[in-house]
């Protein structure tokens, strides 16, 4: 079956950088487009940034650009993200997602699978 399995979370003070990485299995990842969302404590999940399977790339809101890179890796069907610069209001869980791509990938809308999380903390 489909598993997709984050990683890279962690407890760093404000200013830092983390990399997590989404392993993905059991679908054929370059058919796929790939998110991330996170969901803060107390607020609703929200997207942060999606790559299609040739690697173009979007992100919600123009503040996260320049500080959080989304990438793939198709060879080892694994998913990035970078984050940079952490403040405390980017503590949440951080989730992948993947929908098959259709000639557009998207932000919103449903997505066909989901990972489990890894959970970001950053402290002042």
């Known amino acids: 079956q489909v598993q997709l399995v984050e990683s890279g979370g962690d407890s760093v003070e404000a200013g830092g950088s983390l990399r997590l990485s989404c392993a993905a299995s059991g679908l054929t990842f370059s058919n796929y487009c790939m998110s991330w969302f996170r969901q803060a404590p107390g607020k609703e999940r929200e997207g942060v940034a999606v790559?299609?399977?040739?690697?173009?790339?979007?992100y919600k809101y123009s503040s996260l650009r320049g500080r959080f890179t989304i990438s793939r890796d198709n060879a080892k069907n694994t998913l990035y993200l970078q984050l940079n610069s952490l403040t405390p209001e980017d503590t949440a869980m951080y989730f992948c997602a993947a929908r098959r791509y259709a000639g557009a990938c998207l932000l919103q809308g449903d997505m066909d699978y989901w990972g489990k999380g890894t959970l970001v903390t950053i402290s002042p």
């Open positions: 790559i299609s399977p040739s690697e173009l790339t979007a």
